[in-house]
């Protein structure tokens, strides 16, 4: 069976020459922490499990800050380990969080697009009025694509995975 922790290496040395190739449309930077501000943070089983690996080798402090930020946590609201504007989990964080930033094909052949490229920043001298000047990354980055090769993925969103 595919091991997740050697599948994410693997991906993250693909995704840093996508960010590479895309470099002249990109603009993340520390604390910019938009993309952690609003969403649905959709996640799999598998990074679900690789995530809490990640929350419990945190200090207590730290456990305790996102224990409070999951009590507030509201539906498409600010995602709980967001602590000062870094996130608190960044090498265990789910594929999406790895990903966002990067335009790039989804299945039914449309580029998708950061939506910050709305807020001034990633892609946003390309994109206008909904239409990319410029040329996404051609694979599919959904997390479901991503992961394929996996058996019994269930795919949730981050809230409705802590209030089930
Ligand atoms: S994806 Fe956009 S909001 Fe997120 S860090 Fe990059 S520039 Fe900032
Ligand atoms: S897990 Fe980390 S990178 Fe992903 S949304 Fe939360 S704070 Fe941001």
Not at 50 to 64: M, P, Q, R, V, W
Not at 105 to 115: E, F, L, Q, R, W
């Amino acid at each position: 069976m595919l091991n997740y922790r050697e599948f994410i290496k693997k991906l993250d040395s693909g995704l840093s020459l996508y960010f590479d190739e895309q470099k002249s449309f990109i603009c993340c930077k520390k604390y910019c922490s938009s993309c952690c501000e609003k969403g649905d943070y959709p996640l799999s089983n598998y990074e679900l499990d690789f995530l809490t690996e990640g929350y419990s080798a945190l200090d207590n402090l730290t456990k305790i800050q996102v224990q409070e930020n999951f009590k507030k946590m509201e539906k498409g609201g600010q995602c709980p380990f967001l602590i000062n504007k870094v996130c608190c989990v960044y090498e265990y964080r789910p594929i999406i969080c790895r990903v966002h930033g990067l335009a790039y094909i989804c299945s039914n052949g449309i580029a998708k697009v950061p939506y910050c490229a709305n807020e001034g920043k990633n892609y946003s001298n390309e994109y206008k009025s909904g239409v990319l000047n410029c040329e996404p990354v051609k694979e599919n980055l959904d997390t479901a694509a991503l992961l394929k090769d996996f058996p019994d993925v269930v795919i949730k969103n981050l809230y409705d995975w802590i209030n089930i």
